[in-house]
Structures are given as structure tokens and as C-alpha cells.
């Protein structure tokens, strides 16, 4: 069975300063994960996601993610926040029963302070 | 292109009543999801179609809970006889054959009073 654990509810940083947004999965296969932001009453929008490969992907609006399968986790980075990234960020893992169920984190509420 | 919609985008309902709500996925995506999101929460699994056939169900939470897809491209999600813990925002997402990325609709906020 897959899970995903994301640190941190809620998570306030400076415009301008580092945004790290937490991620470990459990998965009994080599996982597919996935980062989603989801502004207010709006769906999940893709940001990155890794597949195979080079484990440091790269998505939109500068964000990137590292797949540490020793530490079993995608931490969501960003160098620089921007007013425009608060909103909530959710982490997932791709598998389940038809290996095809999104399995989602609780989600991390990113606010970003003036 | 177009991407998923879904309606209504807000449904407001009693105990005890029946809904429906639908789901029109990106043109020539043949794999249907339904999730349900409650509040403070990540979204949860609930169907998944490839085509016109249910290929996993086992997130239905009880028999309340019916989604039919019968032309392969529009779902409808029925929910009987709801109960006020039925309240969520009801996601549907969509990807093409088995592709591994879900594109998601904007969802719909259903209220039970």
C-alpha cells in the first residue's frame, strides 16, 4: 500500500526567502510521485512530477523536487518565494489497486509574508 | 484546448436526497478519476474508468455511491439517500490512455444540510 506523509500543515516563509515544502512516501513499488497546487476554489494544477530517471526535476514557476528513494522522500523546493505561490501545495504517489490511484498527502498550507 | 469541467460547481442538498454530479474530461482522454476532498484534507481516491468500464472501484465508500461513464467520455457521480457527512468537494480528473499524469477538474463543493 502506498502513503504519503507531508511535514508541516502550514508553512510561512518571507518573499524572497527559500521555500521547502516536505514529502516522504511509502510505496511497496519504485514510485511515481508527484507534486499539485491547488489555489483557493480552484483543482489541483501539476507542478512536477518524477517518473524514471534523473531524480532532480524541475517544474513550473521555478519550482523543483529531488527523489531521495534512501530517505523515501520528494521534498518540494523553490529558491525564491513569490507572493503568487501562497497556496496549498499537495505531494502524491501513483499506485494502489489498479496502479492507477493518485494516494495524496494532507497537504501543506505555503503562506508567503510581505 | 479545453480542460476538465465539471457542474454544477456548487450543490446545495438535504439529507436524505439524491445528486448527481458531472464530470466532461479532455477531449480523447480515455482514463476517468473521482476523488473526493474534504475539508483540511488531500483528495481521496474513489473510481477510476478506462473507457466506458469501472476498472476500480474500491474506493466507493458504501453502495450509496454509483459513477457511470457509458459513452467513454462524460461521468456522472450518483450519490443516494445523502448523509451530511457527504459534504466535500468532489474532483474529477482525467489523463490520457495510461498516461501517468491526472489533469483535474475544478471540482464541485457539495453541501448536505
Known amino acids: 500500500a502506498q502513503s504519503v506523509t507531508q511535514l508541516g500543515s502550514h508553512v510561512s516563509v518571507s518573499e524572497g526567502a527559500l521555500v521547502l515544502l516536505r514529502c516522504n512516501y511509502s510505496s511497496s513499488v519504485p514510485p511515481y510521485l508527484f507534486w499539485y497546487v491547488q489555489y483557493p476554489n480552484q483543482g489541483l494544477q501539476l507542478l512536477l512530477k518524477y517518473t524514471t530517471g534523473a531524480t532532480l526535476v524541475k517544474g513550473i514557476n521555478g519550482f523543483e523536487a529531488e527523489f531521495k528513494k534512501s530517505e523515501t522522500s520528494f521534498h518540494l523546493t523553490k529558491p525564491s518565494a513569490h507572493m503568487s505561490d501562497a497556496a496549498e501545495y499537495f505531494c502524491?504517489?501513483?499506485?494502489?489497486?489498479?496502479?492507477?490511484?493518485?494516494?495524496f498527502g494532507s497537504g501543506t498550507q505555503l503562506t508567503v509574508l510581505p | 484546448g479545453a480542460g476538465v469541467s465539471q457542474t454544477p460547481s456548487n450543490k446545495v442538498t438535504e439529507k436524505g436526497k439524491y445528486v448527481e454530479l458531472r464530470c466532461d474530461p479532455i477531449s480523447g482522454h480515455t482514463a476517468l478519476y473521482w476523488y473526493r476532498q474534504s475539508l483540511g484534507q488531500g483528495p481521496e481516491f474513489l473510481i477510476y474508468f478506462q473507457g466506458t468500464g469501472a476498472a476500480d472501484d474500491s474506493g466507493l465508500p458504501n453502495d450509496r455511491f454509483f459513477a457511470v461513464r457509458p459513452e467513454g467520455s462524460v461521468s456522472t457521480l450518483k450519490i443516494q439517500r445523502t448523509e451530511r457527512g457527504d459534504s466535500a468537494v468532489y474532483l474529477c480528473a482525467s489523463s490520457y490512455r495510461d498516461q501517468e499524469t491526472q489533469y483535474f477538474g475544478p471540482g464541485t463543493r457539495l453541501l448536505v444540510l
Open positions: 502524491a504517489v501513483l499506485g494502489g489497486g489498479s496502479a492507477r490511484q493518485l494516494t
